[in-house]
Every structure is written in C-alpha cells, then in structure tokens.
C-alpha cells in the first residue's frame, strides 16, 4: 500500500462505518485486511449482530459468518451503501494513485 493509499484509506474506512451503523446497528464492526497472495490489499468490512455466537465472533466472523449471510438482505444493504457513498471510493481509489 502506497503512502497516498494508506492516508486514503482511513477517512474511507469511517465514512463505511458510518453508513454500515446507521443502516444495521451493528455490536461491532470489523475490518479484516488482506494482502498475502496479490500484489494490492483487499479489505472486507463485517458488521456482527447479537445473533452471532461467540463462538463465530472475531476473527472466526469471516470464515463461519458466511453460512449465516441473508444475501437479499446483503445485496439491499450494498446498494443503499453505493447510493450514499456515491463515487467517493473510485475516486479516492485514483486519487491515491492505486493501480489493480
């Protein structure tokens, strides 16, 4: 990650919280980076509800969490996320001068 990247991706990362908060309510909000098999990072953004088990929290959310995934739920929630953010990712995605 890139200097301009990294100073990019914080106020990035809290306005998708923001909008994730307002939209679900989530308990916690999780944010996982990876990076080790490409040579760019991808980071996904999991917010938990109570109806998680503990035993599916943390670290284990992305591995166990997807078999608990409401995908229309998902897809609705997606959508309203692109509507209020608007173009703001593609922009700071060339603003940063990220490449893919």
Do not use: Q, T, W
């Amino acid at each position: 990650m890139s200097e301009a990247e990294a100073r990019a991706m914080g106020p990035l990362l809290a306005r998708l919280g923001k909008v994730l908060k307002e939209l679900m309510a989530p308990e916690k909000l999780y944010v996982y980076g990876y990076g080790e098999n490409h040579a760019h990072l991808h980071f996904l953004v999991c917010p938990r509800g109570p109806e998680v088990p503990e035993d599916h929290r943390a670290a284990k959310l992305y591995s166990y969490g997807k078999s608990m995934v409401d995908f229309e739920a998902a897809a609705s929630v997606a959508a309203e996320v692109k509507k209020r953010l608007g173009g703001r990712i593609g922009r700071m995605h060339e603003s940063a001068g990220a490449r893919s």
